[in-house]
T-cell receptor, first 114, second 110 residues
Framework: ETGVTQSPTHLIKTRGQQVTLRCSSQ?????VSWYQQALGQGPQFIFQ???????GRGNFPPRFSGLQFPNYSSELNVNALELDDSALYLC?????????????FGDGTRLSIL | QKEVEQDPGPLSVPEGAIVSLNCTYS??????FMWYRQYSRKGPELLMY????GNKEDGRFTAQVDKSSKYISLFIRDSQPSDSATYLC??????????FGAGTRLTVKP
């Protein structure tokens, strides 16, 4: 069984730029969530995708957006990058019909903003 | 006040010790409670998962949930150097999102 995979593992950008992060969900998982983990903090929920639509969003501005594809993989897009966007971005997946089961995480993309 | 409070530590114990990790929370709607372990440069790895109140044991790990006190705990028996990591408590009320504590950094010394 293939777990959650994310790419790239590390990315360096400058303020004002745009970035796209990618996630392949675990086999059989149709629901993908994205989290931001700042250094020394716990992950914070950004949003969740199911059936290619956003299904729940945390307290993040609209410049954080996403996509889900028919194969359940997902992208996180961040526009107009700010220094505070430097963090580990985590993707987690599960099956929608198993909401009583916990999510499984990938190893994340570490984004550094200069 | 944060929705989930977790002492960030760091916590250092000798090998073989019993470790107690705790979180408190304020949202009474939380009904799913998780403990994740996160090694450096890795994503969180699920350790324990509990629904509602009660205890759950898995090998050297025991998770306890006390909803009346809004308090959850993770106990690690016979701790090993390989247990050295950051431990994150997480909880959720719905399908959508989990709320995490800040994580406790644990070091188990040989």
């Amino acid at each position: 069984e293939t777990g959650v995979t994310q790419s790239p593992t590390h990315l360096i950008k400058t303020r004002g730029q745009q970035v796209t992060l990618r996630c392949s969900s675990q086999s059989g998982h149709n629901t993908v969530s994205w989290y931001q983990q700042a250094l020394g903090q716990g992950p914070q929920f950004i949003f969740q995708y199911y059936r290619e639509e956003e299904n729940g969003r945390g307290n993040f501005p609209p410049r954080f957006s996403g996509l889900q594809f028919p194969n359940y993989s997902s992208e996180l897009n961040v526009n107009a990058l700010e220094l505070d966007d430097s963090a580990l971005y985590l993707c987690a997946s599960r099956r929608w019909d198993q909401s009583n089961q916990p999510q499984h995480f990938g190893d994340g993309t570490r984004l550094s903003i200069l | 006040q944060k929705e989930v409070e977790q002492d960030p530590g760091p916590l250092s114990v000798p090998e073989g010790a019993i470790v107690s990790l705790n979180c408190t929370y304020s949202n009474s709607a939380f009904q799913y409670f998780m403990w994740y372990r996160q090694y450096s440069r890795k994503g969180p790895e699920l350790l324990m998962y509990t629904y509602s109140s009660g205890n759950k044991e898995d090998g050297r790990f025991t998770a306890q949930v006390d909803k009346s006190s809004k308090y959850i705990s993770l106990f690690i028996r016979d701790s090993q150097p390989s247990d050295s990591a950051t431990y994150l408590c997480a909880m959720s009320a719905s399908r959508n999102d989990m709320r995490f504590g800040a994580g406790t950094r644990l070091t188990v010394k040989p």
